[in-house]
C-alpha cells in the first residue's frame, strides 16, 4: 500500500484500488475506496464536510484521527477503527491474517468490486462479528427484532419497509452506508457484510462517542435534524378510508367540537380527485374549497390533503409531463409503474423540475385554500412489482440510486412550502432515507394488518427508525387492513391507542370492513367510484371504547407542553421522541436487553400492552423513582416489577 496526506485526507493505492479517508463531522470519518480513476463528485447522504484530523504515515500503515475515532490502514489494506481504548469495528477478509490465525487460502477480500458495465460495480464490504455485539437502528423493518443481530435485511423501499442503512453499536460506535442503491446487509454472527447492487465507489461513515445520544448527536450532525414541530399538530389527527366529500369532513369536525374534542388535525384521503395526477378536487364532491378550510379554521382544525405519486395516463397532467420528461423511465416494454384503480406513471422526484412541477399543481390546487399540510403516501414509492431493475430515475438507475426517492419527494413540497414563508410544517410521508427528517417528515409506517403481531412489530419499527435519524414517526392507530367485524378489534384498538397516545403524533387512521357501503357513483373515475371504509372516529366503535380513548387524549392533551420539549431536543440534538430504554441508561446492562418498553422522551418509561388478552405484565424500572401516571404509587427502581394492565390501563411511569 502507497500513503500520503494531502491535507486532511488520508490516501491509500494499490494496484488499482484507491481509499480515501477524511475528517467528516465530530469524532467522524468518511471512507471512500474505489477503482475508478477518480472519486465521486458530491457527498450523498452527508452535509458538507467539518472536522479535522490528525496524520501518521510510517512505512507500513497509516493512521487517521479525529477526536475519539481513530483509524489505521495497514500496508496490505485491511482497515480498522478504534475508539480511545480499542478495536470497535475492523474490516474482514481471509487473505491477509494469518497472524490471527486465519487461513488466507480462501481469498475472501474486505472489499470486493465486481464489475456491471463502464465505471460501475456490484460492491461488497464485509467487517468482522462480534458475538456480542449489539445493533439498532436501519430505519423501519415489519418485524419484531430490536436488536438486529443475525438479521438479513433488504436494502430498498417497500410499501411499510424503511430503508435507512445506520445503525449504532453497543460497542459505542455508528455506522452509516452512504449509498442511496439497493442491495443488502447481513448483521452474521460470522462476519457482517454490505452489498450495493450498483455503485461506483464504495462509502460509508462512521463515528465513535461515549453514549447513544451522544452517536446520535454526531449522524444528526452530518445528515440533518427535524425543524421545530408545530404546536398546533400535538394533539389528535383524524382519518379514516376515505372522506368522500366535504360534507363528510365537516360532519366530522362540527361532531368533534359539539363534544367538546379539540381537533388539531383532519385528513382527506385518496381519490378526492378525477384521476391520480390531476393533483386537484374532483368539484362534483368538494365544489367548495375555501369555504370548507374557512369553517375547519374557525375550529382550530388544520386540513390535511393526500398527493400521490402516480399519473394517469388520463391525467390532465400526464402528456405535458411525458413530453417534458418528468416522469419515471423504464428499462424495457410499456411504460408502466403501478396499476392500482389506473394505468399510471410515477413522477420522478430526483428530477428538479419534476418537483417544481408537483409543487406548483398544489400551490395551485390545494394551498391556495389554506390547506398548509401534505399527505405524500406512495412515498417510496410503491411499484405493482418491485422490480428494482425495471425502473430509472433522472439521476440513474433505481439499483443505483433508488432509496432516496422519498427523501427528494418530502423536499419537493417542504422547499415550496419554506419558499411561501410557512415555518409550521409538517408533511406525513410513507417512507424516508437518510435526512428525511430535516424535510420536516413525518413518517408512518404504511399499510400493515390489524392484528397484535402487527402491533408488536411497531414497536420495533418506532424505535429503530428513531435510532435512524427520523423522530417524527407513527402508526396507523389500530391498523390499517381491519374488520370491525373481528370480536377482539375493539381490544386491539384500545391497546393501539394506548401506545399511539405516547407516540410523537396520535393519529386515527385505518380501512375499516366490511365493504358493504355504496360507491357514490358508477363511474370507474372521479371522487364518487372508489369506495369507503366504516367510521373511524373515537365514538365509532361505542361507548365503553369511546370512554377509553377519550380518557387517553386528555392525557395527551395534559402533556402538551411536555411533548412540545421532547420534540424541541429532537431539532436541537436529534434525539428521537420514542426511545429505546438503553438511550436514557446506557450504563444499565438491563435496559441493553429490554425490547417490549421505551422511554417517551426523557421523562415516562412506557410498557405497552401488545398481546391479545394480557391483563397484567413486569416492566423493568432503572435505577431512580418512578411514579405510576395513574395511580400515584411511587416505585424505586432498578428491579422489576409486575403492574396490572386491565383493558383500561397501559402501564406508564414517570421518573421524579
Given amino acids: ?204 461513515w462512521i463515528t465513535a462517542d461515549d453514549t447513544p445520544k451522544k452517536i446520535i448527536e454526531n449522524y444528526t450532525g452530518v445528515t440533518g435534524r427535524a425543524p421545530e414541530f408545530p404546536e398546533n399538530a400535538l394533539g389528535l389527527w383524524q382519518c379514516k378510508l376515505r372522506y368522500r366529500t366535504q360534507d363528510e369532513v365537516l360532519e366530522v369536525a362540527r361532531e368533534y367540537k359539539r363534544r367538546g374534542i379539540p381537533l388539531d388535525v383532519i385528513v382527506i384521503d385518496f381519490f378526492h380527485w378525477i384521476r391520480q395526477g390531476d393533483w386537484s378536487f374532483d368539484p362534483e364532491y368538494w365544489p367548495d374549497p375555501q369555504s370548507m378550510l374557512d369553517e375547519l379554521s374557525e375550529m382550530d382544525t388544520r386540513c390535511m390533503v393526500s398527493i400521490w405519486p402516480t399519473v394517469d395516463r388520463k391525467s390532465i ?92 419527494h418530502a423536499k419537493a413540497f417542504f422547499d415550496g412550502m419554506k419558499a411561501e414563508g410557512q415555518t409550521d410544517i409538517v408533511n406525513l410521508l410513507r417512507c424516508a432515507w437518510v435526512g428525511s427528517q430535516k424535510y420536516a417528515a413525518l413518517v408512518w409506517s404504511g399499510d400493515i394488518k390489524s392484528t397484535f403481531t402487527a402491533l408488536r412489530d411497531q414497536l420495533s419499527a418506532g424505535l429503530n427508525i428513531g435510532i435512524a435519524g427520523i423522530p417524527w414517526w407513527v402508526s396507523d392507530t389500530g391498523g390499517f387492513f381491519g374488520d370491525v367485524r373481528d370480536e377482539h378489534f375493539s381490544e386491539l384498538l384500545i391497546r393501539w391507542f394506548q401506545f399511539s397516545t405516547f407516540c410523537p403524533v396520535l393519529r386515527m387512521h385505518g380501512d375499516r370492513g366490511p365493504h358493504d357501503i355504496p360507491t357514490l357513483s358508477d363511474l370507474d373515475y372521479g371522487g364518487g367510484f372508489s369506495e369507503t371504509g366504516r367510521p373511524n372516529e373515537l365514538w365509532s366503535y361505542g361507548e365503553d371504547v369511546y370512554a377509553i380513548l377519550k380518557k387517553y387524549l386528555d392525557i395527551r392533551l395534559s402533556m402538551k407542553d411536555y411533548i412540545k420539549s421532547v420534540m424541541d431536543e429532537a431539532s436541537k440534538n436529534g434525539s428521537p421522541v420514542i426511545r429505546t430504554m438503553f438511550y436514557e441508561f446506557p450504563d444499565d446492562q438491563k435496559c441493553w436487553e429490554t425490547d417490549d418498553q421505551y422511554m417517551f422522551g426523557p421523562g415516562y418509561l412506557v410498557a405497552p400492552v401488545m398481546y391479545q388478552g394480557m391483563t397484567e405484565r413486569d416492566v423493568y424500572l432503572p435505577e431512580g423513582n418512578w411514579k405510576s401516571i395513574h395511580d400515584g404509587n411511587i416505585y424505586s427502581g432498578g428491579k422489576t416489577i409486575h403492574a396490572d394492565a386491565p383493558i383500561d390501563i397501559i402501564p406508564v411511569f414517570e421518573k421524579i
Fill in 317 to 408: 397532467n400526464f402528456n405535458e409531463m411525458f413530453e417534458k420528461g418528468l416522469l419515471v423511465r423504464t428499462e424495457r416494454g410499456a411504460v408502466q409503474c403501478f396499476d392500482f384503480q389506473g394505468d399510471t406513471v410515477i413522477y420522478d422526484a430526483t428530477n428538479p423540475e419534476a418537483r417544481r412541477f408537483i409543487w406548483e399543481k398544489a400551490k395551485e390546487n390545494y394551498y391556495r385554500y389554506g390547506i398548509d399540510m401534505f399527505w405524500l403516501d406512495e412515498a417510496e414509492p410503491e411499484y405493482s412489482a418491485y422490480d428494482f431493475d425495471h425502473y430509472r430515475y433522472y439521476d440513474g438507475p433505481v439499483l443505483k440510486i433508488g432509496n432516496r426517492y422519498p427523501k427528494d
Fill in 1 to 204: 500500500m502507497y500513503f500520503s496526506q494531502n491535507n486532511d485526507r488520508l490516501i491509500a493505492k494499490r494496484s488499482n484500488e484507491t481509499v480515501l479517508v477524511e475528517p467528516w463531522g465530530k469524532n467522524a470519518l468518511r471512507v471512500r475506496a474505489t477503482q475508478n480513476s477518480s472519486f465521486l463528485g458530491g457527498n450523498k447522504a452527508l452535509s458538507d464536510k467539518t472536522g479535522t484530523a490528525e496524520i501518521t504515515v510510517n512505512e507500513h500503515y497509516a493512521e487517521i484521527q479525529n477526536g475519539k475515532l481513530r483509524c489505521a490502514v495497514y500496508d496490505n489494506g485491511h482497515i480498522e477503527f478504534f475508539n480511545e481504548t480499542e478495536s470497535i469495528l475492523s474490516e474482514y477478509s481471509r487473505d491477509w491474517n494469518e497472524m490471527r490465525g486465519h487461513s488466507p487460502s480462501m481469498k475472501f477480500h474486505s472489499r470486493e468490486f465486481k464489475p456491471v458495465s463502464g465505471n460501475d460495480y456490484r460492491i461488497t464490504a464485509r467487517f468482522e462479528a462480534d458475538k456480542n455485539e449489539k445493533i439498532y437502528g436501519m430505519g423501519q423493518y415489519q418485524q419484531p427484532n430490536l436488536d438486529l443481530k443475525g438479521c438479513v435485511l433488504e436494502l430498498a423501499q417497500r410499501n411499510s419497509q424503511i430503508s435507512i442503512p445506520f445503525y449504532i453499536s453497543n460497542k459505542g460506535y455508528g455506522f452509516l452506508w452512504n449509498s442511496a442503491g439497493i442491495g443488502e446487509v447481513v448483521f452474521g454472527e460470522n462476519y457482517t457484510q454490505w452489498r450495493g447492487e450498483l455503485a461506483e465507489e464504495l462509502d460509508y
